[in-house]
C-alpha cells in the first residue's frame, strides 16, 4: 500500500502484527487449524492480510503465532522484527488478558496511559486484539476468555534504540499504533514519545523541561540546569511538538537547547527543523544582524555565508553576539506557540562542539 502521492509504502504497527498474531494463534486454538495468511480488520476500512511467519499448537491449551513486522518504507526501529503472540485459554469470565513476553516492556513509572506495572501493550493495540479475540470466539464457538501474550525478539535490544528507557518502560518495546498503520517519515511514533516524556516528567513532579535537538545540546542542558532524565525530551527536529503539547500540558519552566542551525530556523517561525522540511535563511540572520546595529561589511557577510556556522564564527570574529540574537527570537518563537501558557521558556544556543554561544 503505498502513500497517495509519495510513492512510499505503507507499513503495519506493532499492535497490527499483534492483532494478527492473536487472531490467527485463537482461530487455531479453536478449530486446529492455523489461518494463513490471516485477515484483520482495521480503523478506516483497512483489511490487511498477514503471512505467518511461526506456528506452534498445544491443542486445548495454547497456541503462538509470529509475524514479521513490515514498516513499509518507514526507517521504524521494529522493521523486520518477528511481533509474536501467544494466546492461552483463560479463566471463565476473565475475558482478554493482557501479558509481556519477551522483548516487550512493562510500565514502571506513572504518568503513561497505563498503570504502573502493566505490560506495554498500549489501549489502541489492547482494543482491537479484545475486538478479533472476541469475533474468533463467535465464529467458532470460544468463550473469548484468553490470556494474550505479546513478545518481540530482540525487543529489549532494540528497546535501548527507543525513549522506553527514559520513560520507565522496561524489558523491551511497547506494542504501539492508533490506527495499525505506519505513514512513512510521519514521524508518529517519535511525536508520541515527545508527548509521553511530558507526560512522565509531570507524573514525577517536575517543574523544568528541557527540549533538545541532540546529545550534545542534551547533555549542556543537563549540566547547566541539573535536571534529571526523566526531564530531558530528546525532541529532535520536533519543537513545535514539544511546545504544543506544553500548551495543553504546562510545566513551569522549558529550556530550550539547540545548534545555531536548528534554533535560527526556529527563530524564523519554522516548527519542524529538520533540513528536508525547513532551511536556515541567510537573508533573515543578516536583517538581525543590521537591526541590531552589525556592520554593513557584517551585513554582507552573513549574507553570503555557507552555513549558519559560518555566520555564527564571521559575527563571533567581529565581537556580535548572533547566538544571543537567534536565541532571543527562538524564544520569541517558542513564547508565540505557547499562547500564554503559564511555561517560562530560556533558549540555549551551542556550537559543534557544544560551547555555549548564545542564550535568551
Same mark, same amino acid.
Given at each position: 500500500?503505498?502513500?497517495?502521492?509519495?510513492? &512510499?509504502?505503507?507499513?503495519?504497527?506493532?499492535?497490527?502484527? =499483534?492483532?494478527?498474531?492473536?487472531?490467527?494463534?485463537?482461530?487455531?486454538?479453536?478449530?486446529?487449524?492455523?489461518?494463513?495468511?490471516?485477515?484483520?480488520?482495521?480503523?478506516?476500512?483497512?483489511?490487511?492480510?498477514?503471512? !505467518?511467519?511461526?506456528? =506452534?499448537?498445544?491443542?486445548? =491449551?495454547?497456541?503462538?503465532?509470529?509475524?514479521?513486522?513490515?514498516?513499509?518504507?518507514?526507517?521504524? +526501529?521494529?522493521?523486520?522484527?518477528?511481533?509474536?503472540?501467544?494466546?492461552?485459554?483463560?479463566?471463565?469470565?476473565? /475475558?482478554?488478558?493482557?501479558? *509481556?513476553?519477551?522483548?516487550?516492556?512493562?510500565?514502571?513509572?506513572?504518568?503513561?496511559?497505563?498503570? +504502573?506495572?502493566?505490560? *506495554?501493550? @498500549?489501549?489502541?493495540?489492547?482494543?482491537?486484539?479484545?475486538?478479533?479475540?472476541?469475533?474468533?470466539?463467535?465464529?467458532? /464457538?470460544?468463550?473469548?476468555?484468553? +490470556?494474550?501474550?505479546?513478545?518481540?525478539? %530482540?525487543?529489549?535490544?532494540?528497546?535501548?534504540?527507543?525513549? @522506553?528507557?527514559?520513560?520507565?518502560? &522496561?524489558?523491551?518495546? $511497547?506494542?504501539?499504533?492508533?490506527?495499525?498503520?505506519?505513514?512513512?517519515?510521519?514521524?508518529?511514533?517519535?511525536?508520541?514519545?515527545?508527548?509521553? /516524556?511530558?507526560?512522565?516528567?509531570?507524573?514525577?513532579?517536575?517543574?523544568?523541561?528541557?527540549?533538545?535537538?541532540?546529545?550534545?545540546?542534551?547533555?549542556?542542558?543537563?549540566?547547566?540546569?541539573? !535536571?534529571?532524565?526523566?526531564?530531558?525530551? %530528546?525532541?529532535?527536529?520536533? *519543537?513545535?511538538?514539544?511546545?504544543?503539547?506544553?500548551?495543553?500540558?504546562?510545566?513551569?519552566?522549558?529550556?530550550? #537547547?539547540?545548534?545555531?542551525?536548528?534554533?535560527?530556523?526556529?527563530?524564523?517561525?519554522?516548527?519542524?527543523?529538520? $533540513?528536508?522540511? $525547513?532551511?536556515?535563511?541567510?537573508? *533573515?540572520?543578516?536583517?538581525?544582524?543590521?537591526?541590531?546595529?552589525?556592520?554593513?561589511?557584517?551585513?554582507?557577510?552573513?549574507?553570503? #555565508? @555557507?552555513?549558519? !556556522? %559560518?555566520?555564527?564564527?564571521?559575527? $563571533?570574529?567581529?565581537?556580535?553576539?548572533?547566538?544571543?540574537?537567534?536565541?532571543?527570537?527562538?524564544?520569541?518563537?517558542?513564547?508565540?506557540? &505557547?499562547?500564554?501558557?503559564?511555561?517560562?521558556?530560556?533558549?540555549? +544556543?551551542?556550537?559543534?562542539?557544544?560551547?555555549?554561544?548564545?542564550?535568551?
Amino acid at each position: 500500500m503505498s502513500r497517495e502521492g509519495s510513492g &512510499l509504502r505503507h507499513g503495519w504497527t506493532t499492535g497490527a502484527c =499483534a492483532t494478527a498474531a492473536a487472531t490467527a494463534a485463537y482461530t487455531a486454538l479453536l478449530t486446529g487449524e492455523f489461518p494463513d495468511p490471516v485477515t484483520i480488520d482495521l480503523p478506516n476500512d483497512r483489511h490487511p492480510s498477514f503471512a !505467518l511467519a511461526r506456528e =506452534a499448537l498445544v491443542p486445548g =491449551a495454547e497456541a503462538t503465532v509470529g509475524i514479521v513486522k513490515d514498516a513499509g518504507d518507514d526507517p521504524d +526501529v521494529t522493521h523486520g522484527a518477528l511481533v509474536s503472540s501467544r494466546v492461552l485459554l483463560g479463566e471463565p469470565g476473565s /475475558g482478554t488478558v493482557f501479558r *509481556a513476553g519477551a522483548g516487550v516492556g512493562t510500565v514502571t513509572k506513572p504518568g503513561l496511559p497505563l498503570a +504502573v506495572g502493566e505490560p *506495554a501493550i @498500549n489501549p489502541m493495540p489492547r482494543q482491537f486484539i479484545t475486538e478479533h479475540v472476541a469475533a474468533v470466539a463467535a465464529r467458532h /464457538g470460544g468463550t473469548g476468555d484468553v +490470556v494474550v501474550e505479546v513478545s518481540v525478539e %530482540d525487543g529489549e535490544e532494540l528497546a535501548r534504540r527507543t525513549w @522506553n528507557p527514559r520513560l520507565g518502560i &522496561l524489558g523491551g518495546l $511497547s506494542i504501539l499504533g492508533t490506527t495499525g498503520v505506519v505513514v512513512p517519515y510521519s514521524c508518529s511514533s517519535w511525536i508520541d514519545s515527545i508527548r509521553r /516524556g511530558i507526560d512522565v516528567a509531570r507524573a514525577a513532579g517536575r517543574t523544568h523541561v528541557a527540549g533538545c535537538t541532540g546529545s550534545t545540546s542534551e547533555r549542556v542542558a543537563q549540566e547547566l540546569h541539573g !535536571l534529571p532524565e526523566d526531564a530531558l525530551l %530528546d525532541m529532535g527536529d520536533f *519543537a513545535g511538538a514539544v511546545l504544543k503539547y506544553l500548551r495543553r500540558h504546562p510545566v513551569p519552566r522549558l529550556t530550550v #537547547a539547540g545548534g545555531i542551525g536548528k534554533l535560527a530556523k526556529l527563530a524564523e517561525g519554522h516548527l519542524d527543523l529538520h $533540513s528536508g522540511r $525547513s532551511q536556515v535563511s541567510f537573508e *533573515a540572520l543578516a536583517t538581525l544582524v543590521r537591526d541590531a546595529g552589525g556592520a554593513p561589511s557584517l551585513v554582507e557577510g552573513v549574507r553570503g #555565508a @555557507n552555513t549558519a !556556522l %559560518d555566520a555564527l564564527q564571521q559575527c $563571533s570574529a567581529a565581537g556580535f553576539p548572533l547566538g544571543d540574537l537567534v536565541a532571543a527570537g527562538a524564544r520569541d518563537t517558542a513564547l508565540g506557540v &505557547l499562547r500564554g501558557a503559564p511555561v517560562e521558556v530560556d533558549v540555549v +544556543v551551542i556550537d559543534r562542539a557544544g560551547t555555549i554561544v548564545g542564550r535568551a
